[in-house]
């Protein structure tokens, strides 16, 4: 084995501004997650945007020295797809919380999903609204007592995993700060992979987390599904790993398409190409517009 | 809970336990460093300068290392990368908390230093190489001395005031 070179290090990607999560919060560890694999895919910080909406989480565009936008609650997606479509040069990563990706922004994710451009969204599931002081959240498991669940939540939590799989993903992953070098290596194979790539981190809220969601009891608990033999490339097998989640912690590539299909991008520019030559000059739709 | 990946420690070469040993210190210089912005950020100075007088000596322990794998094996490219451990002499993400008294900082550390001592000895039985057997045990003899230094210094401090950190961890601290 021989360690290369990468372009930049990680270190090249972390900003001047100091995070402001609380100490003990997963996402310092996620942050260094994304350092790793940004150093590892080797491209440079200006080749890449770091979209995200509201949250504790979402602050995370900042500490990197990408060009990063937090932008509007839920709304990580639609920019995102946006900044892909208009220069798809642009590595893109979007990120936010279980409460932007999956509640306001939750209608977002499936119309993401079917287009399938070539951006990573990794979402920072803690389970609860940590930045407004522990509501309830869509990830929060039944029967979690909260400031707006006093005797205990009566919901369903929404299974994130079995949601994008639902909706076609073609590379879906999970895990846990708990494993840093894992989370890195998960995050770098999601960029990498042509198409909407979708990592699911648990990076757990101390403030307001139950404690068996904590750093330390997911590194009692998780199981590498390396490790159990699981097949990746089975849509089947990946529905059946997802179905325990909130149950049990599996870390590592859920489910990667091994065919993966054509990009929005690559769809576009193949449509772009085929009505080309149809294409008016630009003179004579100015011409055309004038007349009407 | 400190854990590696892919190394194999019955085959470990001199020169791959020496570039191991300075990626440990490495992971905890930045560790440490990570620690103290934290608690600069939230407004706890104390518990900020331990863990940078922290980051200073894993560095001061990192050279040290570096200066010795240079003078043995020169610029030889390294096989051991820092994807293969996490959390060894590191004190673990969640040991951080919103206002640590220096107690508290100190106590982490402590259990830093401890989990450190028990890699190395757990590591011990599966080494084959002699030089490298005597690289960890001299390793293992720091993290000791490195023990025996923190509680000194925890011994120095005031008792804790008789409240938990986290009692005011619902205050809107962080933002």
Known sequence: ?292 | MSTTRGIDFAHLSLQDALDLAVLIEEEARERYEEFAEQMEVHHTPEAARFFRFMSGNEEKHRAELAARREELFGDAPAAVTRAMLFDVEAPEYDEARVFMSAREALRAALRSEEKAHAFFVEALPRLEDGAVRALFEELRDEEVEHQRLVKVELSKLPPDPGFEPDAFADEPVAH
């Open chain 1, 1 to 292: 084995m021989q360690a290369t070179a990468p372009v930049c290090a990680p270190k090249d990607f972390k900003s001047d501004l100091k995070p402001i999560w609380c100490p003990g919060c997963g996402d310092y560890g996620v942050v260094q997650a994304i350092y790793r694999a940004l150093a590892a895919v080797g491209r440079l910080p200006h080749e890449i945007a770091f979209i995200s909406g509201i949250g504790c989480s979402s602050r995370i565009p900042g500490y990197t020295t990408a060009y990063g936008f937090n932008s509007v609650h839920g709304r990580a997606l639609p920019i995102a797809q946006g900044i892909k479509m208009a220069n798809p040069d642009l590595l893109v990563l979007a990120a936010g919380g279980d409460g932007d990706g999956f509640s306001i922004g939750g209608g977002h994710l499936p119309h993401a999903i079917r287009r399938n451009p070539d951006i990573t969204y990794i979402v920072m599931d803690n389970q609860i609204y940590g930045l407004t002081k522990g509501q309830l959240s869509p990830t929060s498991p039944k029967g979690l007592h909260t400031v707006t669940s006093g005797y205990g939540s009566l919901e369903n939590p929404v299974n994130p995993l079995m949601y994008v799989l639902s909706y076609g993903a073609p590379f879906v992953a999970q895990g846990t700060p708990a494993d840093l070098p894992g989370l890195a290596e998960m995050i770098e194979e999601a960029i990498r992979y042509p198409g909407f790539a979708f990592v699911n981190v648990q990076s757990p809220c101390v403030t307001y987390g139950e404690e068996e969601q904590q750093i330390k009891a997911h590194k009692a608990s998780m199981k590498r599904l390396s490790e159990l033999g699981h097949d990746p490339s089975e849509l089947i097998r990946a529905l059946d790993v997802s179905q325990a989640y909130g149950t049990e912690l599996h870390t590592g590539v859920v489910y990667r398409n091994p065919a993966p299909p054509p990009t929005f991008e690559a769809l576009v520019r193949a449509r772009q190409q085929e009505l080309a030559p149809r294409a008016l000059p630009p003179e004579r739709i100015l011409d055309l517009f004038l007349q009407e």
